[in-house]
């Protein structure tokens, strides 16, 4: 599944929406509770979990460069990067991203173990500006696939990847 590039989106537009994807709510179910996943936060729940895992992230296929689609297309899309991480053989769980006010929420996967490499190329598959990734032991980092816009403070937790 190729989708438009965050590259396509200008220095404002990417500020707006890492400065809202970093005030969302991030969440992982376990056992039918659902936990939050907070960026520069450590998650020791995760690596009770996941104790093997080198590493962990947070990654949807929902509304490629937060550009709203049709709900069946989302899904469709979920459905792609769920076989996939299954076929890949990686551990995952449901997860979910949203707005504090919930005025717009996504469903995600969490999933332990896979390379940093892998997780990016899959993001950018996947058309996503944003993903959380983090290793064991370390709070969790946002990974923002453009360059930091000139005027963007507060980052302490980002990996620009551009």
Not at 71 to 92: F, P, S, W
Not at 122 to 137: E, H, I, K, P, V
Request: contains cysteine; negative net charge.
């Amino acid at each position: 599944m190729q989708t438009s590039s965050p590259t396509l989106l200008g220095e404002a537009r990417i500020a707006e929406l890492v400065r809202a994807y970093l005030i969302a709510e991030y969440r992982w179910e376990l056992d039918g509770h659902w936990l939050h996943v907070r960026i520069g936060e450590p998650t020791p729940e995760v690596w009770a979990h996941f104790p093997d895992a080198r590493s962990v992230g947070l990654i949807t296929a929902w509304d490629p460069n937060s550009i709203p689609r049709l709900e069946a297309v989302n899904r469709q899309a979920d459905q792609m990067l769920h076989r996939e991480l299954v076929e890949a053989g990686l551990l995952c769980r449901a997860a979910f991203s949203s707005a504090a006010n919930r005025s717009w929420r996504e469903p995600s996967w969490l999933v332990a173990g896979m390379a940093t490499d892998h997780f990016d190329a899959l993001s950018r598959r996947y058309g996503q500006l944003a993903t959380l990734y983090w290793a064991a032991g370390t709070p969790v980092r946002m990974r923002v696939d453009a360059a930091r816009p000139l005027d963007f403070e507060g980052d302490d937790a980002i990996d620009w990847l551009k």
